[in-house]
Nanobody, 134 residues
Framework: HVQLVESGGDSVQAGGSLKLSCTGS????????MAWYRQAPNKEREVVAE????????TYTESVKGRFTISRDNTKNAVYLQMTALKPGDTAVYYC????????????????????????????WGQGTQVTVS
């Protein structure tokens, strides 16, 4: 059973930066696909970024490209989301998501978490951390 805990959310002014962290336990972290998604009031879940197992390849939603960076440290069972040039439209609760992809090669796993989070068909997520940009 994978448990995830997010932290780092805060209230910041437009143009500011935040770094979100997500620490996991309960499974071999390095074999998990990871993603960050966000949900704002009255809006659908939006996948923000994905980082693959094995090759650490990344994918971003268009609105955050060049501003957000996802990374992971398997030795610390952690995934991060560095956010810069924040905009009011980034205001949301941010969640990290994980799924066990042990049987997949890195190549086969690319994009899997993105699709699963979009469909709402993923295994594990944390309690979320609030990001407010004004």
């Amino acid at each position: 059973h994978v448990q995830l805990v997010e932290s780092g959310g805060d209230s910041v002014q437009a143009g500011g930066s935040l770094k979100l962290s997500c620490t996991g336990s309960g499974y071999i972290f390095s074999s998990c696909g990871m993603a960050w998604y966000r949900q704002a009031p009255n809006k659908e879940r939006e996948v923000v970024a994905e980082i693959n197992k094995g090759d650490d390849s990344t994918t971003y939603t268009e609105s955050v490209k060049g501003r957000f960076t996802i990374s992971r440290d398997n030795t610390k069972n952690a995934v991060y989301l560095q956010m810069t040039a924040l905009k009011p439209g980034d205001t949301a609760v941010y969640y990290c998501a994980a799924d066990r992809l042990k049987q997949m090669t890195a190549s086969a796993a690319r994009g899997v978490m993105w699709g699963r989070v979009r469909r709402g068909d993923f295994g594990y997520w944390g309690q979320g951390t609030q990001v407010t940009v004004s």
